[in-house]
Nanobody, 125 residues
Framework: DVQLVESGGGSVQAGGSLRLSCTIS?????????MAWFRQAPGKERDWVAT???????YYGDSVKGRFTISQDNDKNTMYLQMDSLQPDDAGMYYC???????????????????WGQGTQVTVS
């Protein structure tokens, strides 16, 4: 079974940094998988944050571009999200998600991801 487990959330002051991890079991990170981070604030929809397409290209939402960095360590089968210059609007539950690549494209829409972690909370004050 595919399992994604996030960790690394916490509480930081505005301007601070956190690094989230997503440990993967049940499959091996490779070019066949698209990996992404989403976040959800209370009462809001789950928003796409960033994607690593498994073949060396990363994509970011406009609100995090230049501040967040998504990466993968294939040896550890783990994905990361380095978050710098955190602001209160960045607070929420952060989820990692995965889908098998289809037709060469990675999705940015939550309903199209079949695999999810349980989330890790980020608080920014």
């Amino acid at each position: 079974d595919v399992q994604l487990v996030e960790s690394g959330g916490g509480s930081v002051q505005a301007g601070g940094s956190l690094r989230l991890s997503c440990t993967i079991s049940g499959y091996t990170l490779s070019k066949d998988w698209c990996m992404a981070w989403f976040r959800q604030a209370p009462g809001k929809e789950r928003d796409w944050v960033a994607t690593d397409n498994g073949v060396g290209t990363t994509y970011y939402g406009d609100s995090v571009k230049g501040r967040f960095t998504i990466s993968q360590d294939n040896d550890k089968n783990t994905m990361y999200l380095q978050m710098d210059s955190l602001q209160p609007d960045d607070a929420g539950m952060y989820y990692c998600a995965a889908h098998l690549r289809s037709g060469g494209a990675c999705y940015a829409s939550a309903p199209l991801f079949p695999f999810w972690g349980q989330g890790t909370q980020v608080t920014v004050s």
